[in-house]
């Protein structure tokens, strides 16, 4: 039997590219679904496609305290409570940070930082209680290696990938497990016109968003610590922690070509 199957999950970003996969994954695993995003069209237009197996559409802006709100009482209704929260939402600017607004910069933090701490700090005390739960945080390699153009969207991702870190030893004697997982580039809607043209010219790689689900949604079930998706990006996240002087070096000239498609 699979080991998801029953198990109440709250996935965010589940109208996205990622999202979308690993909600039919989920489902296949037999797991019971609140998705959430904030357009409630995208919402019923997902649910459609994703067919038969239990979901509920959550429309809910993270970021705001109602939005958190909402979750966790659709939950409870739909499901009597939850096992599983999985943070996917995100936004992303490519941009030199000198122009980047003061309004862009807070947008990022907010959605990318704060509301999924704020969220997982609504669902533990739950997840405590019941003695039983799961925190699944969806970082990226720019969360380990800090990119030019993306400051930050990088600087967001290291800081949940250190909340995942510390909230994990925090957890470590109680039932609660947390997991963070990060990517290498996927094809999706988060990556601008601009990115594409980038990734083309300096040839990098891009996942497609199903298999990137695939490798997360395996790390929910194994219930891994911290993931790093795709070779040799994780092998450079090893050397940028080590060596950081020689990942200055590498990316010296693919960070001038990177420049000429920045907005
Ligand atoms: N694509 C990549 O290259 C890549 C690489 C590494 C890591 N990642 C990470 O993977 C995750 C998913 O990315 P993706 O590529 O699937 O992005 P995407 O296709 O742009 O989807 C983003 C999702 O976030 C939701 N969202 C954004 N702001 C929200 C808010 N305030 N409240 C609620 N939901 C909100 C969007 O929902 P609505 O707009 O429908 O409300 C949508 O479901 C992100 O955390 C991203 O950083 C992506």
Redesign the pocket.
């Known amino acids: 039997m699979s080991k998801l199957k029953k198990e109440r999950i709250i996935l965010?970003?589940?109208?996205?590219?990622?999202?979308?996969?690993i909600a039919r994954l989920l489902l296949a695993e037999g797991a019971q679904v609140g998705l959430?995003?904030?357009?409630q069209e995208?919402?019923q237009h997902l649910q459609a496609k994703l067919g038969s197996g239990s979901t509920t559409a959550i429309?809910?802006?993270?970021?705001?305290s109602d939005?958190r709100q909402k979750i966790v009482d659709q939950m409870r209704d739909a499901y009597g409570g939850y096992d599983i929260l999985i943070?996917?939402?995100?936004?992303?600017d490519f941009t030199a940070f000198v122009n980047q607004s003061d309004e862009r910069i807070e947008?990022v933090f907010?959605?990318?930082v704060i509301?999924p701490m704020q969220l997982t700090k609504k669902v533990l005390p739950y997840m405590l209680k019941q003695n039983k739960g799961h925190i699944v945080n969806?970082?990226?390699?720019?969360?380990s290696i800090g990119f030019a153009w993306f400051t930050t969207?990088s600087t967001?991702?290291f800081a949940?990938r250190g909340f995942s870190q510390a909230l994990r030893r925090e957890l470590c004697d109680t039932a609660v497990k947390v997991t963070y997982v990060?990517?290498?580039?996927?094809?999706?809607?988060?990556?601008s016109t601009a990115?594409y043209k980038m990734a083309e010219e300096v040839k990098m790689n891009?996942?497609a968003?199903k298999d990137?689900a695939r490798e997360i949604v395996r790390s929910v079930i194994k219930q891994d610590k911290e993931r790093y998706?795709g070779f040799p990006e994780s092998l450079f996240v090893r050397i940028n922690a080590i060596f950081p002087g020689l990942v200055d070096k590498a990316t010296r000239g693919q960070n001038k070509v990177a420049k000429k498609h920045i907005s």
């Open positions: 965010t970003g589940a109208t996205g590219g990622i999202g979308g996969e959430v995003g904030r357009s995208k919402l429309a809910a802006d993270i970021t705001t939005g943070n996917t939402a995100g936004i992303m947008a907010q959605t990318n509301a969806v970082g990226s390699t720019f969360g969207y967001s991702k949940m990060a990517p290498r580039a996927v094809k999706t809607a988060l990556n990115v891009m996942d968003p990137v998706l």
